[in-house]
């Protein structure tokens, strides 16, 4: 129900309900934290996220940000993060996050977030 009462307010403009009246929650069924990696086009000296954005800056439109497809919330986290920083980026879709997590590694994405429960080893 995350994307229902989340994300889709957000995302369109008229929805059939409205996610605070309408919906009522009963229980929390889980919980949800991103982790973020850079690939080895990012130096060793960017160590965190502020260092990371001061990098991107530093390289307009020159970095690749993956997520495993469009419209899903690892996606949407990374634009609005980006659009809020005044980052210039291309984001890569991936066909979900095995495919994504594999890229991470190589010299071409700079960024790849996902849920804990699906690291890559």
């Keep these: 129900m995350k994307h229902f009462a989340t994300v889709y307010p957000t995302v369109y403009a008229m929805l059939a309900y409205d996610p605070t009246v309408d919906l009522q ?7 949800m934290s ?3 990696a850079v690939g080895p086009a990012v130096p060793t000296e960017v160590t965190t996220l502020a260092d ?35 980052v210039a980026w291309q984001h890569v879709a991936y066909a979900g996050g095995p495919p994504a997590h594999r890229r991470c590694g ?16």
């Design 34 to 36: 991103l982790g973020v």
């Design 52 to 86: 990371f954005i001061a990098w991107l800056r530093k390289h307009p439109g020159e970095s690749n940000i993956g997520s495993p497809g469009s419209g899903t919330l690892p996606h949407l986290l990374e634009a609005m993060l980006l659009r809020e920083e005044g």
């Design 106 to 121: 190589t010299p071409s994405p700079a960024l790849n977030c996902w849920p804990p429960s699906h690291r890559p080893a």
């Design 25 to 31: 929650p009963v229980s929390l069924a889980s919980e």
